[in-house]
């Protein structure tokens, strides 16, 4: 397969989930032309690229769209093989994917139930995130045994991604939502360590301060 000439990401400084995209492409070293996409007010250029969902992130390689993260994130390592996000055993690649769409599918929509409640519901949400939080970990430390700062080991894969820019979105949760703690380091020690490290790195930093810039111009806005 040619290297992909053209790559461009459409996405929104908000969406926690564009994020994981470019974490994916500044590890692999890909370069690539960001559009911000006002989600009030989406362009033509923008639903041509994903008509059915309308939603970001969606990555443009080469004229061709790609919409969804996990299915982009999985597409970037496939696409640039320097530096993987997934290892070679195809048990473990499976592993990896299984709890990757746990997160998606049990912890995300229940992370939301909590932001979006209040009083006994929002108790029960949490309770029912800690559980799940509690069963990733145990799930990990069963099924992939890898040594190292990261899940995947001594550098970052796309369970960190994941795992990571979540990380950064629970921390906000906590400080807009007094007495709430998601975070517990007594509960899920690892992976709560797992997500320090990977704050540490210089990709979440940089991305971090370049999507700053269309945040600031979005509050303005406000």
């Known amino acids: 397969m040619a290297t992909p000439k053209e790559v461009k990401l459409f996405g929104a400084a908000v969406s926690g989930f564009c994020t994981m995209v470019h974490h994916a492409l500044r590890l692999k070293g890909v370069a690539y032309d960001y559009v911000e996409v006002d989600l009030k007010n989406k362009t033509e250029e923008f639903l041509k690229t994903n008509p059915v969902h309308k939603k970001v992130p969606v990555l443009v390689v080469d004229g061709y769209p790609i919409p969804e993260s996990l299915n982009i994130l999985l597409y970037v390592d496939e696409t640039w093989k320097e530096q993987p996000l997934m290892p070679q055993d195809p048990y473990l690649r499976y592993k990896i994917r299984f709890w990757a769409d746990f997160i998606y599918q049990k912890m995300m929509p229940v992370s939301y139930a909590i932001i979006q409640s209040e009083g006994e519901a929002q108790k029960k949400a949490i309770e029912e995130f800690l559980g799940h939080f509690k069963t990733l970990e145990d799930g990990i ?12 080991g001594e550098k970052p894969g796309i369970l960190d991604v994941i795992l990571g820019t979540c990380g950064a979105g629970l921390k906000h949760f906590e ?13 899920v020690p690892q992976l709560c360590s797992t997500m320090d490290a990977y704050a540490e790195l210089d990709i979440v930093k940089d991305t971090a301060e370049m ?3 269309y945040l600031h111009v979005g509050q303005q806005d406000n």
């Open 141 to 152: 430390n069963k099924d992939i045994h890898l040594q190292g700062p990261f899940v995947h």
């Open 175 to 187: 400080q807009i939502l007094p007495g709430v703690k998601l975070l517990d380091k007594e509960l």
């Open 211 to 213: 999507l700053s810039q």
